[in-house]
């Protein structure tokens, strides 16, 4: 009830082209999913979130699609750039006013060749 | 710098030692949450702390403890350490619940046990 599935594992884009990172989620009650960037050595940095009151969540070059019924959301990275390069995970939580646990997908690690 | 600050960054120690990490989180933040990632298990929650008060508890094994002190900052004690306990610590901070922030992590601690 509590696994975050995520796939690929690796994708390798060419400079220019669009990534797609695709999660599922088994938990109903989630009701925030944030999409986590990681360079080598950094923490996991927020990209976008979206709650499930919305099939779409658009920022500059990345947007997050979310299907309830499917329980499935995505994130694409549209113009994909050699510094897009990194480690992406999707998340899930249930939303509390003190703050709750993120379930992490396993990750997907992007990288954009020149 | 994401303002939240983790010590030490690395950490090499022996099977059967014990170690603390350090967190201090971001100025204003009242949740502290701290999460462990390895190559096989991805970014496992371990526990999360508000306002010095256990919040939530995710799959830390019981050699594992944590607290959070009045000034905020947090602390994970980590005994009977064994190989498999390599791994990075990250803690990660918020005021309570951010959708625009989510929750902001350090750079993280990485052990070694040899």
């Known amino acids: 009830q509590q696994q975050v599935k995520q796939s690929p594992q690796s994708l390798i884009v060419q400079k220019g082209g669009i990534s797609i990172i695709n999660c599922a989620y088994e938990n109903t009650a989630f009701d925030y999913f944030p999409w986590y960037q990681q360079f080598p050595g950094k923490g996991p940095a927020l990209l976008i979130a979206i709650r499930p009151d919305v099939s779409e969540k658009k920022e500059g070059r990345f947007t997050i699609s979310f299907n309830k019924s499917a329980k499935q959301f995505s994130l694409h990275i549209m113009d994909s750039q050699p510094g897009d390069s990194a480690t992406y995970f999707c998340?899930?939580?249930?939303?509390?006013?003190?703050?709750?646990?993120?379930?992490f997908g396993e990750g997907t690690q992007l990288t954009v060749n020149p | 710098d994401s303002g939240v600050t983790q010590t030490p960054k690395h950490l090499i120690t022996a099977t059967g030692q014990r170690v603390t990490l350090r967190c201090s989180p971001r100025s204003g933040d009242l949740s502290v949450y701290w999460y462990q990632q390895s190559l096989d298990q991805g970014l496992q929650f371990l526990i999360q702390y508000y306002n010095g008060e256990e919040r939530a508890k995710g799959n830390i094994l019981e050699r594992f403890s944590a607290q959070q002190f009045p000034d905020l900052h947090s602390e994970l004690n980590l005994s009977s350490l064994e190989l498999g306990d390599s791994a990075l610590y990250f803690c990660?901070?918020?005021?309570?619940?951010?959708?625009?922030?989510?929750?902001?992590f350090g750079s993280g601690t990485r052990l070694t046990v040899v």
């Open positions: 998340a899930a939580s249930k939303i509390e006013t003190s703050g709750s646990r993120l379930t």
């Open positions: 990660a901070s918020s005021v309570g619940f951010e959708f625009s922030y989510g929750y902001t």
